[in-house]
């Protein structure tokens, strides 16, 4: 249950200033109610004398020494940027394994065209001796055939 004191009492009680608790107000780092009417509308409304102290505690703890350049923030909103960063960490590990399987993908597929690229020209080769030896064979076909032709086809002299 809330204890709710007044802006001024609660700036007695705890050593800071009014203008302070209003600013931690607007940053909503505090919740403030109204007996009256709407607490914003309220000149001195009531403030969680709970939530003032979780305020101040964070407030205390103790900086480095280059206090400027680093911003404070609340426990709640460190506890969620811990485990959005354990997500992305896990995030990127599933990546990083996925992407090691496109690697070993990657490899297999070069080797396999290296392997096809091989065999196009075992195949190439295999082909030229192939024509080569049509040719020589044609080339012995019609040198018989021209022979065989000369033989049949040659006028003779006929001696009488």
Known sequence: MANWLSIQAAAEKYGVTEGVIR?????????????????????????????LDRVLELKSMQSYPDDETIERIPRGHLDWIYQENSRLAKKNDDLRE???????????????????????????SLHQKIAEDYKSTL??????WSSFWHLLFSKKEIKT
Not at 103 to 108: D, F, R, T
Request: hydrophobic share 35%; charged share 35%.
């Open 23 to 51: 600013e931690w107000i607007r940053l909503n780092y505090l919740t403030i109610s109204s007996l009256k009417r709407d607490p914003f509308e309220d000149p001195d409304p009531l403030v969680d004398a709970d939530e």
């Open 98 to 124: 996925e992407n090691y399987l496109h690697v070993q993908w990657e490899a297999k597929l070069k080797a396999d065209l290296d392997k096809m690229i091989e065999l196009t020209e075992r195949l190439n």
């Open 139 to 144: 080339s012995s076909r019609f040198d018989i």
